[in-house]
């Protein structure tokens, strides 16, 4: 292992920029003569816009424009899209209502776009809308799906507000499976709703270009070319090659930037219609009305065993709030993100899932950090735990008796996995967490007044969906491959240019890292090139850890084709066949001879060319590639969470967590371990601390951080993270991806560690001190009787 | 935020002189209320009148066996003030648990009591410690202070100068946080004055900080956590939220003022 190559834990080398405040987002971006935009929001989750009159505003000083629905329509400007097509039971295509930019006769929720108020400044904007008076008529709004499928519709199209009643699995298989099972085990499930909240909020910046008529937008975009490709194709503000998106430094995105949303669709349109760029910066309040949500999920599972103790079934009915309108892959996370990942850890002969998408007055809902597998790997991981309870069952024990170990494994609900070593995970996690030593732990709780509780997850996750042939087959709208271009500049340094963009996942360093091993040069001759779509050619970004295990396999395919080319030069310059050229630690050797060149040499001998002919070999040393992965790759660990918890406030203290983790190869140790921390956190969040309220009149309560609890520092523990590595053998690096995991597995060990130490199981998420207080008071009834 | 005329007075003098002269003025200490609420554009004061270069509003000392401690003085200097953690440790350690570093350091202790948020950590200790603010125009003792949510008995332009906290008081501040926002979802100040005890509880009322005349009866006779069993305050005058409940934070009083009267022992 060279010190910068792959399996180091090189700092990242990008944290000196973002440290020390020199990073460059989108927000830092300013141009000459820029204007600012203000979106007039609606206050009502849902209603009629009688009339919308700004003539007075739009005399305000500073006021530049104002735009409303019809200048978007009258431009035939598009709506938003929903990129997959979800097929319901009887083969109709799911019911999506118009998603336009800018509303258009109708709010359907609190933070719609009503209109847009550009001017010289912020302030003046702000303060112009506030003189434009919109007419509402408002109607009835409802926030849950159960009322809003008695309810009238959001949309037309979706009469009963249902946008699809999709299922996947064998219906008879598993109905058989139940009627010849020993025991059943039932659980009701909400997935609470979450609101992403990445540390900077999205911003935009759009301009216009007369003399070339080219368009250039600014926006913290997880993927800068799917966003182009969406504003060019489908919503219309400008063919490809005239439309540049640059995605620059992005501050955390967490699933919520990879959608294309209206203020930056306004905002690069109404830079050609005001001839002055347009920049939009969201405040926080805005970010919680408007950033797409994550979950909100109300389940009903099954899980049935026979008299071995092996399941034999499971069936799912889930109702999934999509909000109101479809934000970008909304259709797909609670169908093809979830259902699949149903089977877990597990060999489940029979599965049948059923999931109902729900319009609601209430912000989209999109992948967000996990996407769909969080909310799967909480319905078994739950039933798992609850099944081994009811049957007297250690719940590890019966996890290792349901494992699938032999791989590939087909389930039925589309995946085969091709990897892994779940029981290897699992016996290393009992013996970090001490699990031998956990009834002493429980007595010494007990002794002070404290419920101490043991819970696991045992998850399984898909990372770098694809191969894009597959994901084409399900609806999706796109391929989900990825690009890379490697160029090696005279002097030996090189360019990578990615299709993949980095918003914290630190690629600048781990992509580097494979380049430097790979041809041995150091890592500081490597720059990393991503985010703006007049630099990297196409790409698909970087959402569902695909970045390593999809864009990294990309960047060492074209690391082959200049191996390949490079050994060509090297020959010409040793005076060998290329055949007998070898390449290792950056150096091109004859074989067998002592005669070498190294890596830097190559490349100026690849531009200068005076050592071959242009008939025989092309200049230059610049190479592309594309890759398309042949499957899904399948993250697997295991996670123990103990918990302690104050029967008196109900305050629940994580006091160990233990990870495990089959990540496959990993590139940069403390990288991956980062991100385990990180998912880990908001995992925990979820499980204790977040959840969006919308009252019943569809307004948020937690539309801000007084009401809505971010995990902070101390309401973590400390972690133990430790690592298994099977190879993942579907790309070929092994890799198969860590960026989600940590709050994939959370959620599970933390409500089912809770529910262990309060001895029953009528515990929600989020576990708040005031839910499990009044939980708690149960147990304390029970204890003081026995 | 709108725009507005930024003054900044030298003395107490000057700045009651601009209050009462400027139309839809507003004192700012240390800001972190009232530039939130500007920011958000729910207050939009025309005028602006900065008390930070009043240098009499500043500072900590002890007269006549008293605690004196200026209106403008920051929660970061209440904590970390050896007068203060000597004289009244319970004060210092209450100031420590407010926000986060950044809040505390801008954050004073004349902006909180004005305030008078329902769950804010200053009132119950102002409450309890049978504290008399001090204004520009007369003395006010705690008692008659503080009148309901966000509401006090400060008049129009009436400025808090100073407090004077007694000392040699046995006392504890308990604080159950928020799990959002930090602030008391239930706070509860004790303090035993010779054979007195006052117990201010903030956070849980539904007209801000109050006195729980049941656990103070308790605990003059028995200052003691055990006093307290089977003791509460009714949860029909207490706030119900999305995090708490009335009935929660009844409960949470009892438990919280246990814990304040064990740390005051
Ligand atoms: C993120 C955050 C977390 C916080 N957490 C907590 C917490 O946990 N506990 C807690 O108790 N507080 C908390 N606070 C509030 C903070 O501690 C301040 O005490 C509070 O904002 C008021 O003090 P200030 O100096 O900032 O007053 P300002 O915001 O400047 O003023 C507040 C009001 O009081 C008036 N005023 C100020 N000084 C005087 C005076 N001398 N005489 C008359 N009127 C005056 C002003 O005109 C204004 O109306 C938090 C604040 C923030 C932003």
Redesign the pocket.
Known sequence: MSATGIGASVKRKEDFRFITGRGNYTDDVNRYGQTHAYFLRSPHAHATIDGIDYAEALKMPGVVAIFTGKDLADDKIGGLICGWSITSKDGSPMKAGAHPALAQGKVRYVGDHVAVIIADTYAQARTAAEHVNVKYGVLPANADTASAMKSAPLHDVASDNRVYDWHLGDKGATEAAFAKAKHITKLDIVNNRLVPNPMEPRAAVGEYEQGTETFCLHTTSQNPHVARLVLSAFIGIAPEHKLRVIAPDVGGGFGSKIFIYAEETVCVWASKKVGRPVKWTSDRTEAFLSDAHGRDHVTHAELAMDANNKIIGLRVHTTANLGAYLSTFSSAVPTYLYAPLLSGQYNIPAIYAEVDGVYTNTAPVDAYRGAGRPEATFVIERLVEVAARELGVDPAVFRQGNYVTQFPHQTPVIFCYDGGDYNASMLKALEMADYKGISARKAASAAKGKLRGIGFSSYIEACGIAPSAAVGSLGAGVGLWESAEVRVNPVGTVEVLTGSHSHGQGHETTFAQLVSGRLGIPIENVSIVHGDTDKVQMGMGTYGSRSGAVGMSAISKALDKIEAKAKKVAGYVLEAAEGDIEFKDGKFTVKGTDKSVDFGSVALQAYVAHKFSGQDLEPGLKEGAFYDPTNFTFPAGVHICEVEIDPDTGVTKIERWTAVDDFGVIINPMIVEGQVHGGIAQGIGQALLEGAIYDKDGQLLTASFMDYAMPRADDLPSYNVGMTETRCPSNPLGIKGCGEAGCIAAPPAVINAITDALGHENIAMPATPQAVWRAAQQTMKKLAAE | MYEFEYHHPGSVENAAKLLSTLPEA???????????TMKQRLAAPKHIVD?RSIRE?HGIHVKDGHLVIG??TT?SHVAESALVNSHLPSLAALAA????PH?RR???I???V??N?P????PSAVLALNATIV?NQREIKADAFFTGMFETA?KEG????HFVFPTGIKGAYAKF?NPA????MVGVFVARHGADVRVAVTGAGANGVFRANALEAALKGDFSPKALDGKGVSADDLNTDMHADAAYRAHLITVMAKRAVTAAQ
């Open positions: 507003k004192l700012l200490a240390g800001g972190h209320t009232l530039l939130p008390m509003l209106a403008m929660h648990g407010i926000g986060d809040v801008r954050g004073t004349g902006g909180s004005a305030n948020d769950a804010a950590d200053y204004t400060l009436e400025i808090i100068t946080p926002s930090r602030y008391a």
